[in-house]
């Protein structure tokens, strides 16, 4: 069982928006701005799309945007597209250091 | 360019010993948090662990600690994770990642090419 907790699955329609939530508890999600997104695509390395939070990394869309609200973070897609349909996983620093969600599958219909 | 390059997939018997590598490259070696994550077939992702090279600090999730050792080798720039008794519940894609900031835990930017490794009987 993963410490961040998060839907199993999502979809939209191409051009929508969507969100992925990812609960965790006071002494990760809560306690620290080190919350991160990957997004893997079947057989693929997973690649990081959000850090600390809000960041992207050089290269990634910014239709990828993250934010935090207590213990929850959450990732949203704006102007979904066919090639965002992949597996999506958040990560927060806790101390120990990293705890993790079990992932979330992003279907775009 | 930041390159790490993982060692090949190994396919292993149950109470074998194992060791896997890591070689960074394009980055100053000793300054970032790297280390290992685990995918087993149709899972999802689990940090295992990381080491920071300047000074071998190694931090490990507590599902990991004791089962796994994760080490470094500065002259050679290569992190290893090693096993000393391989169960069939190893079989897994394992990433060697490094973090995107330098001395940082912040998010895992760069990731090798993935060791499969298969436990089988």
């Known amino acids: 069982q993963s410490a961040l907790t998060q839907p199993a699955s999502v979809s939209g329609s191409p051009g929508q928006s969507i969100t992925i939530s990812c609960t965790g508890t006071?002494?990760?999600?809560?306690?620290?701005?080190?919350v991160s997104w990957y997004q893997q695509h079947p057989g693929k390395v997973p690649k990081l799309i959000i850090y600390e939070v809000t960041k992207r990394p050089s290269g990634v869309s910014d239709r990828f945007f993250g934010s935090k609200s207590g213990n929850t973070a959450s990732l949203t897609i704006s102007g979904l597209r066919a090639e965002d349909e992949a597996d999506y996983y958040c990560w927060s620093y806790a101390g120990r250091p990293w705890v993790f969600g079990g992932g979330t599958r992003l279907t775009v219909l | 360019e930041v390159q790490l390059v993982q060692s090949g997939a190994e396919v292993k018997k149950p109470g074998e010993s194992l060791k896997i590598s890591c070689q960074a490259s394009g980055y100053r070696f000793t300054t970032y948090w790297i280390g290992w994550v685990r995918q087993m077939p149709g899972k999802g992702l689990e940090w295992m662990g990381y080491i920071y090279p300047s000074d071998s600090d190694t931090r490990y999730s507590p599902s990991f600690e004791g089962q796994v050792t994760i080490s470094a080798d500065k002259s050679i720039t290569t992190i290893y994770l090693q096993w000393t008794s391989l169960k069939a519940s190893d079989t897994a894609m394992y990433y060697c990642v490094r973090d995107i900031v330098e001395a940082g835990s912040s998010g895992f930017y760069h990731w090798g090419q993935g060791t499969e490794v298969t436990v089988s009987s």
């Open positions: 006071n002494t990760d999600v809560g306690s620290y701005n080190l």
